[in-house]
């Protein structure tokens, strides 16, 4: 039988930013979406201070108390880098890893003796080595693992640590959690086996099979097999290939005027672009939007274009294309909110030859490659198309932005002694 595990890193945004800020641990945190929005991630004292997940932080900033309450502006580059350094940690003492989100990885602990001493060694490692908290669930499948991670975060007193491989430890719990807990039973599920009669995890286990294959497709049967501890989802060690890439973004301010709309939708454009390079992809279908704000007063308008494009990774390529959508968007006399590209129909670069390309796709290739390596190693945006603008009075507002400690020379933590 296999055993698997998820560890999970504890409140991970606002524990990247406790490892390199002292004065923040132990302390009530949130970090708070782009545009400095909404809260998206809580410290446990922030959590008991009554903030919610999702909370606008400019309501919450009117109530008695907020003031003890610390933030920082979202800071991905530190986060994506934290979590690189818990997957190298996790990588050096576990056999097989698969990164399930930026904060979470399944592990395969299959064959490993003593495993609830080797995974508080793992958490200990992990804690001293990468900076970052754990809890760890273990089950002998992935939908049991990540139920027991969830144990785990919500019940101090196991220190970290729940395993439930034995049938006897999970039916004591199945009992007592509600079947919306469960991973891979959303709202809609949940409403549906509520719908049955159904409320908890024992009520769901012992439900007959080809019922629940009726109620909720093959995929609430798989759910169903694998809380019977019948494994369906095997650690999965490639990476799914994307099927789009989106950068969308509120602007730090309105946005009136044409030259603002494009400078700000070429720059997204840009950094699309850049992700599709950094995975080997060509986009072969381009979409573009923008609207106005529906909370503001301002009256409503929103349009989006989208179109087949001969497929390419070339950054000046595609900002001509979005340019291009953008016009037929665009409408004067609204003050616009938000704007985005979206990049579709992927495929891995070069697999789509094209009978009668416009483009050198040598030479594009080359400039690309040029301008990344330049990006790489002295920093994003050092080498950059013109029509993405300088001043950028756009830009998401940033109020709290911590330094990216790990992936900038110029923003390293200094330490003086005296």
Avoid at 205 to 216: C, G, K, Y
């Amino acid at each position: 039988m296999p055993t698997f595990a998820l560890i999970d890193g504890n409140s991970f945004y606002c524990s990247a930013e406790q490892a390199f800020a002292p004065e923040l641990r132990a302390k009530p945190l949130v970090v708070l979406s782009n545009n400095d929005g909404c809260a998206i991630a809580r410290s446990p004292e922030a959590k008991a201070l009554g903030v919610k997940m999702g909370e606008p932080w400019h309501l919450f900033r009117k109530r008695p108390g907020s003031q003890a309450v610390a933030w920082r502006s979202s800071n991905y580059a530190l986060y994506g880098d934290m979590s690189r350094r818990v997957y190298d940690v996790l990588t050096e003492r576990v056999p097989a890893v698969e990164p399930y989100s930026i904060d979470e990885m399944f592990l395969d602990l299959t064959g490993i003796a003593d495993l609830d001493r080797f995974c508080r060694d793992l958490r200990r490692d992990v804690r001293q080595l990468a900076k970052i908290p754990t809890c760890i669930g273990i089950g002998p499948t992935k939908t049991l693992a990540k139920l027991a991670n969830r144990i785990a975060k919500n019940t101090p007193a196991l220190g970290g640590v729940c395993d439930l491989q034995c049938p006897a430890d999970r039916a004591a719990y199945f009992t007592m959690l509600p079947v919306a807990d469960v991973w891979g039973i959303g709202n809609r599920a949940a409403a549906k086996l509520a719908g049955a009669g159904i409320e908890t995890i024992a009520d769901f286990v012992s439900h007959d099979p080809q019922a629940v294959r009726d109620l909720l497709t093959v995929t609430g049967a798989r759910v169903h097999a694998e809380l019977r501890g019948v494994s369906c989802l095997p650690l999965s060690l490639m990476a799914p290939t994307r099927q789009g890439i989106a950068v969308t973004r509120t602007f730090g301010s309105l946005i009136e005027t044409w030259p603002g709309l494009r400078e700000a939708l070429t720059s997204y454009t840009a950094r699309a672009a850049e992700k599709l390079r950094a995975e080997g992809l060509e986009a072969g279908q381009i979409a573009v939007f923008a609207h106005t704000n529906p909370h503001n007063g301002d009256p409503w308008y929103s349009a989006q274009r989208a179109a087949e494009i001969e497929p390419t990774a070339d950054t000046g390529a595609l900002i001509g294309e979005a340019v291009r959508l953008l016009r037929a968007v665009w409408r004067p006399g609204f003050r616009y909110f938000k704007a985005g590209v979206m990049l579709n129909d992927l495929t891995p670069a070069g697999q789509q030859p094209m009978l009668f390309a416009t483009r050198d796709k040598v030479k594009s290739a080359a400039a690309m490659a040029a301008m990344d390596a330049v990006n790489a190693r002295f920093g994003r945006e050092t080498m950059r198309m013109a029509s993405t603008g300088t001043a950028r009075p756009w830009r998401a507002r940033q109020q709290q932005l911590s330094p990216r400690y790990t992936t900038r020379a110029d923003e390293i933590l200094i330490g003086r002694a005296f």
